[in-house]
């Protein structure tokens, strides 16, 4: 008679629509580890309580209350392994990690020191110049005559704080433009970054690269972005700069991936490097363009990936590979196998049902 296997309690927040939340839970169900999923969200529309075994309502990361939350989710479940699903609750898991972990949950998170420096670009970016890697031209900007002062257009301006999915991304071509986007954005914000606009819209990876938790490289993978599609483009507009090598079009790419999936070595390679110069533990996303054939860092995410899903689909399943070595002390081999090929992505509808989900505060 068979035996089913006993289910490893996991939890996963943020899994509305969206949000790396959603992509780690789609991860574990294609997974053979069968898990038994607590998932948790601060909205009750969110299309994927209705995908988990067990939903919660959880207060904003913000709340004092979250943490005390979170904690008495897990002990009701027995849950072995937490998964954060937005970049606010990863901020909060990190600063309180030790109480985490303190009550034997395995936190798949990087060292504070990798997450703070890669939440910040301009931070990213110095640390990376510093380490000897390449990355376009670039400056921190508080005020006109910092924007000025780099002399490199086009170029690309964002927050360097936030802005996820390039949200307040924009693409200065001339003098002007960068003058007016510049009062924008200060408008807005303390200070932003602007970078060289680098390679062409064919030239774009992103990179995941997966360390163990004690920093020994497991494996890496590259999506070679579709990035002119609308659903994955941000941003798109006539190259009227002059510079010829960087294609008739100068395009942003939005949150949403897909593209040819595969090794891609000669650019995964030096992304391998650039995890273990920064000491990254666990998942790594790096996003680059790979010009006159050096690979050109412009951003990186120190989580799992909006990719996280894609990638599963080919057998690099970085949240179950992870609870598998460090919760199943199971041996994973150094570069295992997975496939190659093409992913697309499409907008997909969900009916959520009129019902009551649990508000995990009254676990308190």
């Known amino acids: 008679m068979n035996v089913r296997p006993q289910r490893i309690p996991v939890m996963v927040t943020g899994v509305g629509g969206g949000s790396h939340g959603e992509q780690i839970l789609k991860a574990l169900r294609m997974a053979s580890t069968a898990y038994e999923i607590v998932g948790c969200d601060m909205s009750p529309v969110s299309s994927g309580l209705a995908a988990v075994d067990h939903p919660y309502l959880l207060p904003p990361a913000g709340d004092p209350d979250y943490l005390p939350v979170v904690l008495a989710v897990c002990r009701k479940h027995g849950v072995r392994a937490l998964f954060h699903g937005s970049e606010p609750e990863l901020k909060v898991m990190s600063a309180r990690r030790d109480e985490i972990r303190a009550v034997g949950i395995f936190l798949p998170i990087n060292p504070p020191e990798v997450i703070a420096t890669c939440m910040d670009k301009v931070r990213t970016m110095e640390r990376l110049e510093a380490l000897g890697f390449c990355v376009p031209a670039f400056r921190r900007v508080h005020s006109l005559d910092d924007a000025l002062s780099l002399n490199v257009l086009p170029a690309v301006i964002k927050p360097s704080v936030g802005g996820g999915g390039s949200a307040h991304t924009m693409i200065v071509q001339t003098e002007g433009e960068l003058l007016c986007a510049t009062r924008q954005m200060l408008a807005v914000f303390p200070e932003f970054i602007i970078q060289a606009y680098v390679g062409t819209v064919d030239q774009e990876y992103t990179v995941g690269v997966l360390s163990d938790m004690d920093g020994d490289l497991l494996n890496s993978i590259a999506v070679k972005r579709f990035i002119m599609s609308s659903l994955s483009n941000s941003l798109k507009t006539p190259n009227r700069s002059g510079k010829v090598a960087l294609g008739p079009t100068l395009a942003i790419s939005s949150g949403v991936s897909q593209g040819e999936i595969g090794p891609y070595p000669e650019v995964a390679r030096p992304c391998e490097d650039l995890a273990k110069?920064?000491?990254?533990?666990?998942?790594?996303?790096?996003?680059?363009r790979l010009v006159d054939g050096k690979v050109h860092v412009f951003e990186i995410n120190p989580r799992f990936s909006g990719t996280t899903?894609?990638?599963?689909?080919?057998?690099?399943?970085?949240?179950?590979?992870?609870?598998?070595?460090?919760?199943?002390?199971?041996?994973?081999?150094?570069?295992?196998?997975?496939?190659?090929?093409?992913?697309?992505?499409?907008?997909?509808e969900t009916l959520v049902e009129k019902r009551r989900f649990p508000d995990a505060r009254g676990l308190l």
Do not use: W
């Open 277 to 288: 110069a920064l000491g990254a533990r666990g998942p790594l996303n790096i996003q680059c």
């Open 309 to 348: 899903s894609l990638r599963a689909m080919v057998g690099f399943n970085e949240p179950d590979v992870l609870v598998r070595k460090h919760v199943l002390n199971e041996a994973i081999p150094f570069r295992f196998s997975y496939r190659s090929g093409v992913i697309t992505r499409a907008l997909a």
